[in-house]
Structure formats: structure tokens, C-alpha cells
């Protein structure tokens, strides 16, 4: 049992519309062109987003860690918009080390999460007041589809981890893609996309 001494305090954050969580102590962590070599069907148009400034596609703000695993955290990311070559601004998407769950909370924007279990892909939308739900071992990664930045509240145990590496490895099977005004989900490999 834990003492009462020991519990983490409870807090309140505000969202502001920007990377603040109020008075709140918070990380910040930022994923610049750079960071997503590797993950991109167009490495060419890549490396010029890099040469031209290597700017930041996303930034995920979140309350500082406490000390108990299981806690549940959160986190306020926000992408912004554009493409590199064909292909919509993405997060380098991850798999929980550990079998957890995940829910992602619309703000503002419009996006999706492409998810897959290496078998099966799905792609769900995200917008303003919409919930995703993310299974245990499902992989899965934020793409902003609109003209605007894309803001979403993660939830999930502090246990869960992130494995990135199988991501960069394996893909997701799809890619998400400018097309005209809208997207398109393109499918890859042989996994049914759903």
C-alpha cells in the first residue's frame, strides 16, 4: 500500500491553444523533418525540408513524470500542417511496450490515426470533440489531413512505453497522402486495410 505521503498531488492543467499547460511544470519534446527519416515514402523531399530550415512537424507537451507506473498521464500534441512530397505531416507512431490501451481527444484540426496489429490496418478519424480508442498492440500514429494544425489530448498509463524502433522497421502498411483538396489512405504491403 502507499502512503499517504507518498501520492502524487492532484493538478489542474489548461489547455490555453498553445504548447502551455497553464502553471503546470511541463516537457517538451519536438519532432523536427530530421526526426522522421526513414519513416517517409519521399527521403528526397525529406532531406530538402531539412536542408531548407528542418522544422518542427510536431510538438507534444506534457505534465513532468511522476513516480508511480501505473498513473495515468497525458499528453497535448499538436502537428502542424503540410506534406513531405505526397505525404501528410505524421507522428513517427509507436507500439506500447507493454499491452496498454490509449485514447486521443480532439482539440481543434482535423486528422486520423492509422493503426495496425501487423495484420490489419485501420484508419480512424480524429477531429474536434471526437475520441480514438487504441487498442493493446496495436501500433499507431497521428496524421494532420487538414489545412490547419491538428491538437489532441493522448491518455494512457504511465507504464506503457514506446517502442519506436518496430514502427521504423515494420511501417504501419499505409501511408496517408495529400489528394486534391482532401487524402486518400493508400494501403501497402498485403495487409487488409479496414
Given at each position: 500500500?502507499?502512503?499517504?505521503?507518498?501520492?502524487?498531488?492532484?493538478?489542474?492543467?489548461?489547455?490555453?491553444?498553445?504548447?502551455?499547460?497553464?502553471?503546470?511544470?511541463?516537457?517538451?519534446?519536438?519532432?523536427?523533418?530530421?526526426?522522421?527519416?526513414?519513416?517517409?515514402?519521399?527521403?528526397?523531399?525529406?532531406?530538402?525540408?531539412?536542408?531548407?530550415?528542418?522544422?518542427?512537424?510536431?510538438?507534444?507537451?506534457?505534465p513532468a513524470s511522476?513516480?508511480?507506473?501505473?498513473?495515468?498521464?497525458?499528453?497535448?500534441?499538436?502537428?502542424?500542417?503540410?506534406?513531405?512530397?505526397?505525404?501528410?505531416?505524421?507522428?513517427?507512431?509507436?507500439?506500447?511496450?507493454?499491452?496498454?490501451?490509449?485514447?486521443?481527444?480532439?482539440?481543434?484540426?482535423?486528422?486520423?490515426?492509422?493503426?495496425?496489429?501487423?495484420?490489419?490496418?485501420?484508419?480512424?478519424?480524429?477531429?474536434?470533440?471526437?475520441?480514438?480508442?487504441?487498442?493493446?498492440?496495436?501500433?499507431?500514429?497521428?496524421?494532420?489531413?487538414?489545412?490547419?494544425?491538428?491538437?489532441?489530448?493522448?491518455?494512457?498509463?504511465?507504464?506503457?512505453?514506446?517502442?519506436?524502433?518496430?514502427?521504423?522497421?515494420r511501417g504501419l502498411?499505409?501511408?496517408?497522402?495529400?489528394?486534391?483538396?482532401?487524402?486518400?489512405?493508400?494501403?501497402?504491403?498485403?495487409?487488409?486495410?479496414?
Amino acid at each position: 500500500m502507499v502512503s499517504m505521503a507518498a501520492l502524487a498531488n492532484p493538478f489542474v492543467a489548461i489547455l490555453d491553444g498553445g504548447d502551455s499547460l497553464g502553471d503546470v511544470a511541463t516537457t517538451m519534446s519536438v519532432c523536427r523533418y530530421s526526426d522522421l527519416a526513414g519513416l517517409v515514402a519521399d527521403e528526397a523531399a525529406l532531406a530538402v525540408l531539412v536542408d531548407d530550415g528542418d522544422r518542427a512537424v510536431y510538438r507534444v507537451a506534457k505534465p513532468a513524470s511522476s513516480q508511480f507506473g501505473d498513473e495515468l498521464r497525458f499528453a497535448v500534441t499538436t502537428i502542424e500542417s503540410g506534406v513531405i512530397g505526397e505525404e501528410l505531416h505524421m507522428t513517427k507512431g509507436h507500439l506500447h511496450v507493454l499491452p496498454r490501451a490509449e485514447m486521443y481527444v480532439g482539440l481543434e484540426g482535423l486528422g486520423g490515426v492509422l493503426l495496425s496489429d501487423f495484420q490489419r490496418v485501420r484508419w480512424l478519424e480524429l477531429r474536434p470533440r471526437s475520441i480514438v480508442t487504441i487498442p493493446p498492440g496495436w501500433a499507431h500514429r497521428a496524421v494532420n489531413v487538414g489545412h490547419e494544425r491538428l491538437r489532441f489530448i493522448a491518455i494512457y498509463p504511465q507504464d506503457a512505453g514506446t517502442d519506436y524502433a518496430t514502427v521504423a522497421a515494420r511501417g504501419l502498411g499505409a501511408r496517408v497522402v495529400r489528394h486534391g483538396d482532401g487524402y486518400r489512405v493508400l494501403g501497402g504491403d498485403d495487409l487488409e486495410l479496414t
